[in-house]
């Protein structure tokens, strides 16, 4: 019997999310991320647990950089799929349902959450974190009536 994980049926692919970070960052044509200069070429590959990510050479400075060089994406132990997963979701769901979801631990998406977050909007702050919280059935005592001694 296949024991199947539905959550894991929306996980992007690696290998498509790779494709993804390429067009966006570069458009087709890979550009040093130290000196922005397109006079690289193919310097071999490198594998990040079942994915090959296409390393480069620039031939201006002479450094070697993949397309997650200085990007959220190269900090981070999860997959590309995981990542692109939670980038999505976390907008409207928590930490905690997002590592549910994925079967992984809840520290390990926060990280990764902060770290998006600071990307995006400069530093994380309590500020930048506070939001309208609806609460429902709230009980609240509008009297003294039925206490002891009243």
């Known amino acids: 019997m296949i024991v199947l994980d539905i959550n894991r049926l929306f996980v992007p692919r690696d290998e498509d999310c790779l494709k993804v970070i390429e067009e966006i960052r570069w458009g087709g044509q890979p550009a040093c991320p130290y000196c922005n200069s397109t006079n690289v070429k193919r310097n071999g590959t490198y594998q990040r ?14 450094k070697t950089f993949s397309p997650l060089t200085g990007t959220v994406f190269e900090r981070h ?16 769901m928590s930490a905690n349902e997002i590592a549910s979801d994925l079967n992984l631990d809840y520290k390990t998406v926060e990280n990764f959450v902060k770290d998006v977050m600071e990307i995006a909007h400069g530093a994380v702050s309590i500020e930048k974190l506070c939001a309208i919280i609806e609460i429902d059935e709230i009980y609240v005592n509008s009297g003294e009536k039925g206490k002891k001694g009243v």
């Open 77 to 92: 132990k999860l997959s590309l799929g995981e990542m692109f997963y939670i980038i999505k979701h976390m907008v409207h």
């Open 49 to 62: 647990e079942s994915l090959i990510v296409p390393r480069y050479k620039c031939n201006n400075c002479g």
